[in-house]
């Protein structure tokens, strides 16, 4: 089972449409991290949130962290072929130092 | 521009055979680590390592082991390959302190053990 839940797993969408990817765990966050990672490349650190009900933009991606800090979803708004890509959450849980990945969201946007 | 620099894209070899995987970085960060990615689960730490000659184990050390002898260079070692090593391998670095909870990555080296 783990830690972090991803849904969801695979996503097809066309240009143009919007989507939401969650990242789920039944425990308590110090912090929470979305990378991108794109075919042949390792993981690009796109965000951090720290606080409860913080939400944060990146152009058209929207990041918010729950209020209990136990979930955080990522928003994309008219999607592009650009975006295709694997997402991955990374939490640092409250009582540890390491970081742990869910197992992430295969997004394709078609044109 | 920061750089995390794995030695091979790709490595094939054959079970049983000693595989050493190099990793760099040039940014003078103390924390390495070495994870697996495989479908379906995600990134998985093997091993870190808080400095020079400094190493922990991850959540799946098993069949590894790692070398730091310098600051700069992290070195994953598979023993004895066997076909379920057969994995994504990623490299990240960080620094400690302020900015210090961003993982930089390689590449990736994808092992395929026969």
């Known amino acids: 089972t783990q830690l972090l839940e991803q849904s969801p797993q695979f996503l097809s969408i066309q240009e143009g449409e919007n989507l939401t990817v969650y990242c789920n765990s039944s425990?308590?966050?110090?912090?929470l991290q979305w990378y991108r990672q794109e075919p042949g490349e390792g993981p690009v650190l796109l965000v951090t949130?720290?606080?409860?009900?913080e939400v944060k933009k990146l152009k058209r991606l929207t990041f918010q962290f729950g209020d209990a800090r136990k979930d955080s979803s990522l928003h994309i708004t008219a999607a592009q072929p650009g975006d295709t890509g694997l997402y991955l959450c990374?939490?640092?849980?409250?009582?540890?130092?390491?970081?742990?990945f869910g197992a992430g969201t295969i997004l394709r946007v078609k044109s | 521009d920061v750089k995390v620099t794995q030695s091979s894209r790709y490595l094939v070899k054959r079970t049983g055979e000693k595989v050493f995987l190099e990793c760099v970085q040039d940014?003078?960060?103390?924390?390495m680590f070495w994870y697996r990615q495989d479908p379906g689960l995600g990134l998985r730490l093997i091993y870190f390592?808080?400095?020079?000659?400094?190493?922990e184990k991850g959540d799946i050390p098993e069949g590894y082991s790692v070398s730091r002898e310098k600051k700069e260079r992290f070195s994953l070692i598979l023993e004895s390959a066997s076909t379920n090593q057969t994995s994504m391998y990623l490299c990240?670095?960080?620094?400690?302190?302020?900015?210090?909870?961003?993982?930089?990555f390689g590449s990736g080296t994808q092992l395929s053990v026969l």
């Open positions: 990240a670095s960080r620094p400690v302190g302020f900015g210090g909870e961003k993982l930089f």
């Open positions: 425990s308590v966050f110090s912090s």
């Open positions: 949130v720290v606080t409860g009900g």
């Open positions: 990374a939490a640092l849980m409250e009582y540890g130092n390491k970081l742990v």
């Open positions: 940014m003078d960060h103390e924390n």
């Open positions: 390592s808080y400095d020079v000659k400094m190493k």
